[in-house]
T-cell receptor, first 114, second 115 residues
Framework: AQSVTQLGSHVSVSEGALVLLRCNYSSSVPPYLFWYVQYPNQGLQLLLKYTTGATLVKGINGFEAEFKKSETSFHLTKPSAHMSDAAEYFCAVSGGGATNKLIFGTGTLLAVQP | GAGVSQSPSNKVTEKGKDVELRCDPISGHTALYWYRQSLGQGLEFLIYFQGNSAPDKSGLPSDRFSAERTGGSVSTLTIQRTQQEDSAVYLC?????????????FGQGTRLTVV
């Protein structure tokens, strides 16, 4: 079975500070990992994904994430937070297979203080 | 349409009533997913369609929940005899093929409140 744990349901950073959102996964098969962002009253939008190959993945809006198999982690980072980054972020895992369904974490709400 | 469209955007219903939630996927997308987003619970997978078939219904929480898809396009999620614990945001997503490299696009969801 696959699962995702996001540490910290709420994270607050100052504008210009480093953003670090943590995600750990459990998977019995090689995992495919995703980060989605949900802005208020909007649907989920794909930020980035890791499938195979390079373990450092770059996404939209300056975000990136590194797949670390030894630590079963896929933490999301951004060097300098912007007010527009305030949103809820979801980490997800998929084992591929017939349905490619995503198993999501419980989300981290990011607040950016001026 | 340009994106995944869900209707209604908000639904308030009385306990015990039946509700239908609609999803219009992106034109040409063969894969369609339903998820449920509850406060503090993240997103929970409900059902997956490939065309009009549902090869994975493993996430439906009870037999009060059912879904269908017609014409390989529009999907309807039906909840019978609604309960208060059914209150949540129901999200629909579609992807071109359902394959690993096909990005899933999400609708804005239907917020269901059972009173």
């Amino acid at each position: 079975a696959q699962s995702v744990t996001q540490l910290g349901s709420h994270v607050s950073v100052s504008e210009g500070a480093l953003v670090l959102l943590r995600c750990n996964y459990s998977s019995s098969v090689p995992p495919y990992l995703f980060w989605y962002v949900q802005y208020p009253n909007q649907g989920l939008q794909l930020l980035l994904k890791y499938t195979t190959g390079a373990t450092l993945v770059k996404g939209i809006n300056g975000f990136e994430a590194e797949f670390k198999k030894s630590e079963t982690s896929f933490h999301l980072t951004k060097p300098s937070a912007h007010m527009s980054d305030a949103a809820e972020y979801f980490c997800a895992v998929s084992g591929g297979g017939a349905t490619n369904k995503l198993i999501f974490g419980t989300g981290t709400l990011l607040a950016v203080q001026p | 349409g340009a994106g995944v469209s869900q209707s209604p955007s908000n639904k308030v219903t009385e306990k015990g009533k039946d509700v239908e939630l609609r999803c219009d996927p992106i034109s040409g997308h063969t894969a369609l997913y339903w998820y449920r987003q509850s406060l503090g619970q993240g997103l929970e997978f409900l059902i997956y369609f490939q065309g009009n078939s549902a090869p994975d219904k493993s996430g439906l929480p009870s037999d009060r929940f059912s879904a269908e898809r017609t014409g390989g396009s529009v999907s309807t999620l039906t909840i019978q005899r609604t309960q208060q614990e059914d209150s949540a945001v129901y999200l629909c997503a579609s992807s071109l093929t359902g394959g690993l490299f096909a990005e899933a696009f999400f609708g804005q969801g239907t917020r269901l409140t059972v009173v």
